[in-house]
């Protein structure tokens, strides 16, 4: 048998175009793998699916089920942005009230007072209060509160006169006062200094009474 001797040289060369051959294979299969789409446009979107559904397949939101809504107003007011003024007093079992007197202070005196009455069985929402006085002597000072019974505690609410031209004490504002059923509620005139004069003071309240 006769034996062939084939140099190294021409091994290694072989070796290498073989390695080359591959090579070229390799790239061109790697070609084909490469040319992938990894950009989604609107022509090519991708396929989604909301996870957070029902047994229904619809969409869960924060509440489910019916919820129930305690509605606690008679009357619900709607009004434009800032304070709107309410009168109530044509809630149920209530009526308008209202009450004109006098004070006054003879020279001499430093306090007098005039009381009214509250009617038994209803309770007298107090909205809105004028006074006006007839005029102040030189160093004399005068203040006046509204005296009202709340929840069985005889309340005095002073009420911040100021002088028109002329000098002549007044009041006039909204005001939210109560006073219980039968109880007394008194407007009393207190003044420091002078006494010489006798001062009067014309006074109006008006609100709504309330059943107990």
Avoid: W
């Avoid at 004109?100 to 430093?110: D, P, R």
């Avoid at 038994?120 to 005068?142: C, P, R, W």
């Amino acid at each position: 048998m006769r034996r062939v001797i084939v140099p190294a040289s021409l091994i290694l060369l072989g070796a290498a175009i073989g390695a080359i051959g591959t090579q070229g294979q390799v790239a061109t299969a790697a070609s084909g793998i490469l040319n992938v789409l990894v950009t989604n446009s609107s022509s090519h979107p991708v396929a989604t699916q909301d996870q957070n559904v029902d047994t229904n397949g619809n969409i869960k939101v924060h509440e489910q089920g019916i919820a129930n809504v305690d509605v606690t107003n008679t009357m619900l007011p709607v009004h434009e942005l800032g304070t709107a003024l309410v009168s109530v007093a044509n809630m149920p079992g209530s009526q308008p009230f209202m009450r004109n007197e006098s004070v006054v202070l003879e020279a001499g005196q430093t306090f007098a007072s005039t009381c009214d009455s509250v009617p038994e069985g209803k309770s007298f929402a107090m909205e809105f209060i004028d006074l006006q006085t007839n005029g102040l002597a030189s160093g004399e000072v005068l203040y006046v509160t509204l005296d009202v019974s709340t929840g069985t505690a005889f309340v005095s609410h002073p009420l911040p006169l100021q002088a028109t031209a002329g000098d002549v004490p007044m009041f006039a504002s909204p005001v939210r006062l109560y006073a219980d059923p039968g109880s007394d509620f008194c407007l009393s005139v207190h003044r420091l200094g002078d006494t010489a004069e006798s001062i009067r003071a014309d006074y109006s309240v008006t609100g709504y009474l309330i059943s107990s």
